[in-house]
């Protein structure tokens, strides 16, 4: 059974950098993982993956801010932020990008003050 941990989450100022990551267990690799970000009262939206061919892949919100890495030596996905905004305050998850979808994990959760 796989199981998604996610970690890192913080209380950061805007402006300030900040690192997710997602660790999967129970499966032979992190491939077709991405994130999530669930706001206060809005639904869970994917953020960012990677495309069939390996390129990543963001929101428009997002874009030129965020940053995923993926590590197969250690199963894992991360999520770089290098620049927050009092709008990514929000519970971050990982799960599969498509398809089926793992149980979810209890998320990080990360909040932004200016």
């Known amino acids: 059974q796989v199981q998604l941990v996610e970690s890192g989450g913080a209380s950061v100022r805007a402006g300030e950098s900040l690192r997710l990551s997602c660790e999967v267990s129970?499966?032979?690799?992190?491939?077709?993982i991405g994130w999530y970000r669930q706001r206060a009262g809005q639904s869970r939206e994917l953020i960012a993956r990677y495309s069939i061919l390996g390129d990543p892949i963001y929101v428009d919100f997002l874009r030129g801010r965020v940053a995923i890495f993926k590590d197969n030596t250690k199963n894992s996905v991360d999520l770089q932020n290098d620049k927050a905004r009092l709008e990514d305050t929000a519970v971050y998850y990982c799960?599969?990008?498509?398809?089926?979808?793992?149980?979810w994990g209890q998320g990080t959760q990360v909040t932004v003050s200016s």
């Open positions: 129970g499966s032979s690799s992190a491939d077709g």
């Open positions: 799960n599969r990008d498509s398809g089926r979808l793992y149980a």
